[in-house]
C-alpha cells in the first residue's frame, strides 16, 4: 500500500541553524498534509498544515515545502532552539478517502546541540 | 480549557485482564481516534469514530474494542486477547470534514506486567 515515509530517522543540528526536515509520500492522491511535533512522552501538537494547492506555508518560525511533482514535503525550522528538540512527524490525507483518517510517517528526532 | 484529556497517565495490567483507557474531549469535535505508538515508532490507528454511535476499525483493531455512546468520550478497552499491550495510547479528535487537524491527548502508558 501506498505510505508516507521520511528520509532521515535522526537530524542534528546546531543552536541557531535551520532545521530541515523532510517527508516523502507515494499517495498521488494525497491533497493535504499536516506536521506534528511530538516531545518525549506527550501527545503530538500540531506545527502547520497544507494543502495541494499550495507550494508553500509559513508560520512563525517554520515553513512547509510541497513539491508535488516529486511527491516530497519538507520542514524548515528557522532558527533552531533547544526547545525544538522532538519527533517531527508528517501526515497525509488521501483526498478519494471519504473517512477524516490521516496517515502518519514514522518520523525524524530533530537533536539540537548546545 | 478547551481539550483532550486521558486518564490514567500510567496503566500496569497483568496478562490476562482487560483495561478501559479514558478519552474526553470538550471541542465539540465530532471525530476521534485511537492510535498505538510503540517505541521509536509512528502511529498507527486502531479505531476511529466519525459520528456518534459509529465507529469503524482502523489498521490494528484486533484485540481493542471502542463505544462511542456520547459525542465527547471515546473510550478503548485493550483486551486479553491482544497479544503485546504494551505500548503509548494516544486519543485525538477533529472537525468534521477531513480537512482539518487532528489534536492530540497527552496519552496513557499501558504496561502489561
Known amino acids: 500500500g501506498e505510505s508516507v515515509g521520511l528520509h532521515l530517522p535522526t537530524l542534528s543540528v546546531q543552536e541557531g541553524d535551520n532545521s530541515i526536515i523532510n517527508c516523502a509520500y507515494s499517495?498521488?492522491?494525497?491533497?493535504?498534509f499536516i506536521w506534528y511535533k511530538q516531545e518525549s512522552g506527550k501527545g503530538p501538537q500540531f506545527i502547520i498544515d497544507?494543502?495541494?494547492?499550495?507550494d508553500k506555508r509559513q508560520g512563525q518560525r517554520v515553513t512547509v515545502l510541497l513539491n508535488k511533482t516529486v511527491k516530497h514535503l519538507s520542514l524548515q525550522i528557522a532558527a533552531t532552539q533547544p526547545g525544538d528538540s522532538a519527533v517531527y512527524f508528517c501526515?497525509?490525507?488521501?483526498?478519494?478517502?471519504?473517512?477524516?483518517?490521516?496517515?502518519f510517517g514514522s518520523g525524524t528526532r530533530l537533536l539540537v546541540r548546545p | 480549557d478547551g481539550g483532550i484529556t486521558q486518564s490514567p497517565k500510567y496503566l500496569f495490567r497483568k496478562e490476562g485482564q482487560n483495561v478501559t483507557l479514558s478519552c474526553e474531549q470538550n471541542l465539540n469535535h465530532d471525530a476521534m481516534y485511537w492510535y498505538r505508538q510503540d517505541p521509536g515508532q509512528g502511529l498507527r490507528l486502531i479505531y476511529y469514530?466519525?459520528?456518534?454511535?459509529?465507529?469503524q476499525k482502523g489498521d490494528i483493531a484486533e484485540g481493542y474494542s471502542v463505544s462511542r455512546e456520547k459525542k465527547e468520550s471515546f473510550p478503548l478497552t485493550v483486551t486479553s486477547a491482544q497479544k503485546n499491550p504494551t505500548a503509548f495510547y494516544l486519543c485525538?479528535?477533529?472537525?468534521?470534514?477531513?480537512?482539518?487537524?487532528?489534536?492530540f491527548g497527552p496519552g496513557t502508558r499501558l504496561t502489561v506486567l
Open positions: 501526515a497525509e490525507k488521501d483526498r478519494m478517502d471519504s473517512s477524516y483518517k490521516l496517515i
Open positions: 469514530s466519525q459520528i456518534v454511535n459509529d465507529f
Open positions: 499517495n498521488s492522491a494525497s491533497d493535504y
Open positions: 497544507i494543502r495541494s494547492n499550495m
Open positions: 485525538a479528535s477533529s472537525l468534521a470534514g477531513g480537512y482539518n487537524e487532528q489534536f
